[in-house]
């Protein structure tokens, strides 16, 4: 095949993405629908391989033009028995084979990858790794952290399946309870969640802020809005958001110096924010960073966005020689 | 060569330690002396390569009988290009291209790795990692905190070649200042130096502890003594004791969900306190850690003591298929 293709599949909690990706990385066509996790895994995944025919179609292939899948999904999982052991994202499912029986309903090699590591791998073959650079580390920003790593050009596992957990790495010792059970996780100070819930917490506490007067109640406060405050430079929202930033900036350091990688890349919906995110971590990092070496990472926002996802996992089956995916379709 | 054997050097401030390793891991020999940097790199080259001709006749070995030499340094340095940028135990070497120098010396092809890797992949290798189980972390603690990564079955380096700087994670922000320009590394809490430190400046703020009536000045206060002080009950040697054993516990954390490995391993001279050091790192570790999922490390003591870092130097040469070694003795 001289320009082979892959399907790159990101599964959310929310909505399935499903796109035809090129040998340079190059989106032909995608398809978006509810992903409805709680018909069952049988019928969502009989539902992505209805979307994987119709997204070949679509981009004017057939079966044979594609050289696999690449399918991102949320974990705990496990890439090496293409098996999701149970997520927060999808109420319900246990031990879904999910890659074996996605390969017997298309009928296509299936490679199962962490959502995190997928949307790593595509910044890092196609989007702010500039064609593999070097090691990368991406932070996915949303309503919780995320993190991929990639290593020696792939995606990094360790002995349990579970490396790159980077949204529980302690960042305050005795800080915030976390859900995991662990105090003062990286999560609890710089996702989107608890960003809100900092801000009403000090509003709750008394603090006066713009974000009480924008006619949606506390209940209904967004990351957004948060956003929206800082830009117009509301006290309250500059705080928290730059504790987010700090946090975030000794999340690199320790990237730094455990991985010590050519880029760090912020992706989800909080990078959104854009500059006010980046400046404000490069800010940090550079006033705590040391002097031994130069040895820092470049930090950036992603430059896929959204589709980082369906990039990474396509770009995983494509980078595999031919005769080397070792995934069969059963 | 059925049986072959390398040569596995630990250059360190102190002392030079060079020892033939065979392939089962087994020192055959070996042979210690000082290192005497000052002398500057040419002379002390010269010496390590007397050592090593003296170390192989002393195995009853000649030199066609060694596949190369593995050697461990401290750094900064690039393995990939053989060469020490500079070390503070190794004053006024700057630059120095010890892997070609030492190769042209002994006429055998040779390695250079840092050595916190070099002692990890011995002990990942021979030790405690029960003949590569699964990925490896170590941390070596002494004057400073030393780490080695063993990631896939190989020293992990990273874009700038400085991966697995585990003395430098940050353990508590806006801690104790560093020498590096950091603030709140884990070597301010969990080194010998710092042990000391912390013992000596609670004293001198009118703490009292038997480690003042050792008979022995403030200044004379060693490691050693703590772990005596410890043993006995002392209170403020307890406290400073389990301190460090608990940002060690933090430590174990952090690269649990960066690297997800089998193991941490912890060596160099505070680990000869044995159970009472990686009982209550563990004890903490259990304390802190998170119920999501049962991914945790074990973590133990170094097995290799001293000779991790020769017989890891030694594995890096024989683990090489022959003519994969790709250093060559220029």
């Known amino acids: 095949m001289s320009n082979p293709h892959a399907i790159g599949i990101d599964l959310g909690g929310t909505n ?63 890439q090496r028995h293409g098996l999701i052991y149970n997520s927060v994202h999808l109420p319900g499912w246990n031990n879904v084979q999910i890659r074996a029986e996605l390969a017997r309903r298309t009928g296509l090699d299936t490679l199962l990858e962490n959502d995190a590591n997928a949307a790593a791998f595509g910044e890092y073959w196609a989007g702010a790794g500039a064609g593999g650079e070097g090691d990368l580390v991406m932070f996915t920003l949303g309503t919780g952290v995320g993190g991929g790593v990639i290593v020696a050009g792939r995606p990094l596992h360790g002995h349990y399946e579970n490396a790159g957990e980077l949204g529980h790495l302690v ?130 926002l992603s430059a896929l966005g959204t589709d980082a996802g369906v990039v990474g996992a396509a770009a995983l089956v494509l980078r595999q020689a031919p005769g080397e995916l070792a995934i069969s379709n059963c």
């Not at 990688?261 to 940090?284: C, E, K, N, Y």
């Open 16 to 78: 399935v993405r499903c796109a035809v990706v090129d040998a340079k990385g190059q989106i032909l066509h995608r398809v978006e629908q509810p992903t409805e996790a709680d018909r069952g895994p049988n019928r969502v995944i009989a539902a992505i391989a209805d979307q994987v025919a119709e997204t070949i179609a679509a981009a004017g292939l057939n079966r044979t033009d594609v050289v696999g899948i690449g399918l991102g999904a949320p974990g705990p999982l496990s």
């Open 171 to 300: 960042v305050e010792v005795n800080g915030h309870p976390c859900e995991c059970g662990q105090r003062g996780c990286l999560e609890q100070y710089a996702s989107a969640t608890n960003l809100v819930r900092r801000a009403r917490e000090a509003m709750q506490a008394g603090r006066e802020s713009a974000l009480k007067s924008t006619g949606s109640t506390l209940a209904e406060l967004t990351c957004e809005r948060i956003v929206e405050a800082v830009r117009d430079g509301d006290p309250l929202a500059t705080e928290v958001w730059d504790e987010a930033c700090r946090y975030l900036a000794v999340a690199c350091v320790l990237i730094q110096h455990a991985f010590n990688p050519a880029r760090v890349v912020f992706g989800g919906g909080m990078s959104q924010a854009g500059p006010l995110l980046i400046d404000r971590i490069v800010g940090h990092f550079n006033d705590m960073r040391w002097h031994l070496m130069d040895d820092f990472p470049r930090i950036t």
